[in-house]
């Protein structure tokens, strides 16, 4: 009875776990990139730096406004000086406190000091306005960071998804080349066992089928591969299951809309914008560190309060003065202006640097993309003539006019240029991804666009 119990449960725990995998859910582009941007630690940072560098401009930025200090304080003192200013402060200095006794050995006394102090520079040698300038390059710099690490997540989550779709095609493929060479066999085998069919082509044609199987499962190892790929980018379990929506419509090569690839790039690629930012930051610097040679001009302004006891009325005293500081020998300006034109000059190095990389990515991909175009109707004609020449030598073989390896060399070149073919159209597709997001036009429309083609196959 146990047995039994113990088998109704495997079965139904089976069954359940069949339905599941049956209704697995589709997983759609769109789908996928949304959740690899959520799950991206990378976009996480670059809006953190943006936070940054906003900060950092309102500290630049607070400069050019006054500050204002509320101060409160106590002390007690007998010593001579202290007391006189504290009496004078206090407002409580009479004629007898001018006695010798009294001016050399006073009695101590208490002060209660409360103040309001304000700091205003009116000129800081240009300072506050060199460094304001600077972030507000730098607040540029971050926010073309983050649109960069935005394409960047597009183009990685385009490339997996496409080479998922690519791979899972292929073994559509494979998996159709191992059930015709199985069916051919079938019958292949009949016909030797009648004396129809040489021994030799017949296990000639099985090691054929052999490869079919060994392309099969080593297609199968490479979905499943991809398949943790595409969850771990996406930040989902594992074991997570999900259908890709295969596509049946043809890749026909698209063009990419620009003339002149590099120009386009430095114009609009967000990595060009943020080192060309950081260029105008550096130069700032330089100028800041020049201009401490100038004078600095200072608005002050105090109000205190001084008295015995809280109880007391206690003198007011106001204070309204400007203070100007002239450096007529710093010893550290030369260093500091070494210092800026040197980070600088690494600044100019690395946009120079970003140049010839781009220019070098953009000619190797636009030669892969054109060899792409320019093979594409080759090879979709060499899956076409291959899926006939496979219809031909059906009833050839069925006549005794062809042998089982002529059939399964069919087969075997079947399989060849319709893998060659999907291989070639999601190639296509993400090879003109590449051109837009190294010439910059991975922008909003690009991403709808290119996402749009994913699905049509475009």
């Known amino acids: ?84 200013g504290m009496l004078l402060r206090q407002e409580r200095f009479s004629q007898s406190d001018f006695e ?112 079919f199987s060994q392309a099969r499962n080593e297609l199968t190892r490479q979905v499943k591969s991809m398949r943790l790929l595409l969850n771990i980018m996406r930040g989902a379990p594992l074991a997570s299951e999900f259908t890709l929506p295969l596509s049946a419509g043809k890749a026909e090569p698209a063009g990419v809309p620009a003339a002149d690839l590099l120009a386009q790039a430095q114009e609009t690629r967000p990595d060009f914008v943020a080192l060309a930012a950081r260029v105008n930051a550096r130069r700032e610097e330089v100028l800041r560190a020049r201009d401490s040679i100038l004078p600095t001009v200072t608005l002050t302004a105090d109000g205190t309060n001084n008295r015995r006891d809280l109880g007391d009325r206690g003198g007011n005293n106001a204070a309204l003065g400007v203070v100007a500081d002239l450096p007529l020998f710093d010893p550290a300006r030369s260093g500091r202006i070494k210092e800026a034109s040197a980070l600088l000059e690494l600044a100019l190095a690395q946009q120079q640097a970003l140049r010839d990389t781009a220019a070098s990515d953009l000619a190797r991909e636009n030669a892969r993309y054109e060899a792409l175009q320019a093979n594409y109707p080759v090879v979709l004609a060499m899956a076409e003539d ?31 240029a319709a893998s060659a073919l999907a ?16 010439s910059g036009q991975l922008n909003a429309d690009g991403i709808k666009a290119v996402s749009a083609g994913i699905t049509n196959g475009n």
């Not at 001016?103 to 300072?127: E, I, S, Y």
């Not at 006939?388 to 062809?402: D, T």
């Not at 291989?423 to 190294?438: Q, V």
């Open 386 to 416: 291959s899926a006939r020449a496979v219809e031909m030598l059906l009833p050839l073989y069925s006549e005794g006019r062809k042998s089982i390896t002529d059939l399964e060399d069919a087969r075997d070149a079947r399989l060849s």
């Open 100 to 211: 010798l006794n009294r001016l050399n050995t006073p009695r101590h006394q208490r002060d209660l000091q409360g103040g309001v102090h304000l700091r205003w520079p009116l000129f800081d040698a240009m300072r506050t306005v060199r460094t304001a300038r600077a972030a507000r390059e730098q607040v540029k710099a971050a926010q073309a960071d983050e649109k960069f690490v935005v394409m960047e997540a597009f183009l990685l989550a385009h490339d997996a998804y496409s080479g998922a779709l690519a791979l899972e095609q292929m073994l559509v493929i494979a998996e159709e080349a191992v059930s015709a060479s199985g069916e051919d066999l079938k019958k292949a085998q009949d016909l030797k066992d009648k004396g129809l069919v040489l021994g030799a082509d017949f296990y000639a044609a099985r090691v054929r089928a052999g490869r």
């Open 1 to 84: 009875m146990r047995i039994r119990s113990f088998c109704l449960m495997l079965v139904t725990i089976l069954a359940a776990a069949g339905a599941q995998a049956a209704e697995a859910p589709s997983l759609a582009f769109d789908q996928f990139y949304q959740q690899v941007v959520e799950h991206n630690p990378g976009l996480r940072s670059a809006a953190a730096e943006v936070e940054l560098s906003w900060a950092r401009k309102m500290q630049a930025s607070a400069g050019f406004w006054p500050s204002l200090s509320v101060t409160a304080g106590f002390s007690e003192s007998d010593d001579p000086v202290n007391v006189f």
């Open 423 to 438: 291989e070639m159209r999601w190639g296509l597709i993400t090879s003109r991804a590449r051109l837009l997001f190294l």
